[in-house]
C-alpha cells in the first residue's frame, strides 16, 4: 500500500515557531515519526510539503494512479482552497484531513475547511500523532 503524506504553507517551520500551538518537534521530526510507523504498518510512504497551492494541486494530481491514499495536513489552505478541494475529488483518492490543532476551536475563519468534503476522515487536535492516525484510516479502508 502507498500512502502520500502531504503538508501545506509553513508546516516547514514547525518546532521553529508557535510551539504553544504546534509543539516543539520539527518537519523532520514529524517525517521520521510517520515513517517509523509506516514501516510497522507495512505502508510504502512519501513525503511532500509546499508552500504553494498549485504545487500542492500538481502533487495531489501526481498520485493518481501511483498512491493508495492521501494524507494532508493543508494548513492555511484548509479554510480558503476549493483548488484543493476540486484535486482530491478529481483523482478520487481516499484521503484523511489531518490537523496539528483543533482549527474549531481557534479563530472563526479556521472552521471552514473545503476540502472536508471529499475527505473519508478528519483527524484534529492530536498533535504529530494524528498523521498515525490517518495511516492507520486508510490502512483499514483496504
Ligand atoms: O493545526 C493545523 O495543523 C493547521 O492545519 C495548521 C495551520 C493552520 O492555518 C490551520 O488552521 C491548522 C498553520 C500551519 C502553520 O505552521 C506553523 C508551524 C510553526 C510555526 C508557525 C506556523
Known amino acids: 500500500m502507498k500512502i502520500l503524506v502531504i503538508n501545506g504553507p509553513n508546516l516547514n517551520m514547525l518546532g521553529i515557531r508557535e510551539p504553544e500551538i504546534y509543539g516543539r518537534a520539527t518537519y523532520s521530526d514529524l517525517v521520521e515519526l ?9 505502508i510504502d510512504v512519501s513525503f511532500f510539503q509546499s508552500n504553494h497551492e498549485g504545487a500542492i494541486v500538481d502533487a495531489i494530481q501526481g498520485a493518481y494512479g501511483t498512491a493508495d491514499g492521501i494524507v494532508i495536513n493543508p494548513a492555511a489552505y484548509t479554510h480558503t482552497s476549493v483548488a484543493l478541494l476540486d484535486a482530491v475529488k478529481a483523482v478520487g483518492i481516499p484521503t484523511v484531513e489531518v490537523h496539528i490543532s483543533d482549527p474549531d ?29 490517518a495511516l492507520r484510516i486508510l490502512k483499514n479502508l483496504k
Not at 34 to 42: F, K, Q, T, V, Y
Not at 105 to 133: M, N
Open 34 to 42: 510517520i515513517s517509523a510507523e509506516a514501516e510497522r504498518l507495512g
Open 105 to 133: 476551536l481557534r479563530d472563526e475563519f479556521r472552521k471552514i475547511s473545503y476540502i472536508r468534503q471529499a475527505c473519508v476522515a478528519t483527524v484534529k487536535g492530536k498533535g504529530f500523532d494524528g498523521y498515525l492516525e
